[in-house]
């Protein structure tokens, strides 16, 4: 079965210009979530979907930040224009819905410059 | 291929019980192992283990590392219900590239 993937695995982009990050979950699971690393250890929860709807988009730094999951299956975060703060780690987790485990990706390392 | 493991994958418990987490990896060029704990939202850091041997604690939690045997526990004493929660393990590696593991779910019943 094939897990969480995510592309690209990493980004590297000047200030202003904007990336968009694609996370495709395990087929199947209704919920996938978006979180990020940005500084240190800690991991930083930023929206999560149910299947086309976002349940909980209450991490999202602001609005430069737009998450979309069309059809239920993949979802993208585009980030617009993007700010050297934006730089970190971007991990996608999916779930089944009934599930309680979160299966993460690899993670897209992102480099604002 | 990376990948991380943990057992058990789920551990039910009665408060005051002491519990082992287990995670085992193979990771190219290994940079650090974490360990996080999971209730609702993000995952909260708790540890941070680079080199074996040294045992780091936290009030009731601590966590040690083996990087010959490349495995890495996590114990927790005295469980209290608030303890119940996933327990993830990552581990990073070449290039920085993270590899989680499917977690621990721990239930402590009162």
């Known amino acids: 079965e094939a897990g969480v993937t995510q592309f690209p695995s990493h980004s590297v982009i000047e200030k202003g210009q904007t990336v968009t990050l694609r996370c495709d979950p395990i087929?199947?699971?209704?919920?996938l979530y978006w979180y990020r690393r940005v500084m240190g250890k800690e991991i930083k929860f930023l929206l999560h979907f149910v299947k086309e709807s976002k349940q909980d988009e209450s991490g999202m730094p602001n609005n430069r930040f737009l998450a979309e999951r069309t059809g239920g299956t993949y979802s993208t975060l585009k980030v617009q224009p993007a700010e050297l703060e934006d730089s970190g780690v971007y991990f996608c987790?999916?779930?089944?819905?009934?599930?309680?485990?979160?299966?993460f990706g690899p993670g897209t390392r992102l480099t604002v410059t | 291929e990376d990948k991380v493991v943990q057992s058990p994958l789920s551990l039910v418990v009665h408060e005051g019980d002491t519990v082992t987490l287990n995670c085992s990896y193979e990771v190219t060029n290994f940079r650090s192992l974490l360990w996080y704990k999971q209730e609702k939202k993000a995952p909260t850091f708790l540890f941070m283990l680079?080199?074996?041997?040294i045992e780091k604690k936290s009030g009731r939690l601590s966590s040690i590392l083996d990087k010959k045997e490349l495995f890495s526990i996590l114990n927790i004493t005295a469980t209290q219900t608030g303890d119940s929660a996933v327990y993830l393990c990552?581990?990073?590696?070449?290039?920085?590239?993270?590899?989680f593991g499917p977690g621990t779910r721990l239930s402590v019943l009162p």
């Open positions: 987790a999916s779930s089944p819905v009934d599930g309680w485990e979160q299966y």
């Open positions: 990552a581990v990073e590696g070449y290039g920085q590239n993270f590899v």
């Open positions: 087929s199947g699971h209704d919920n």
């Open positions: 680079t080199s074996s041997g």
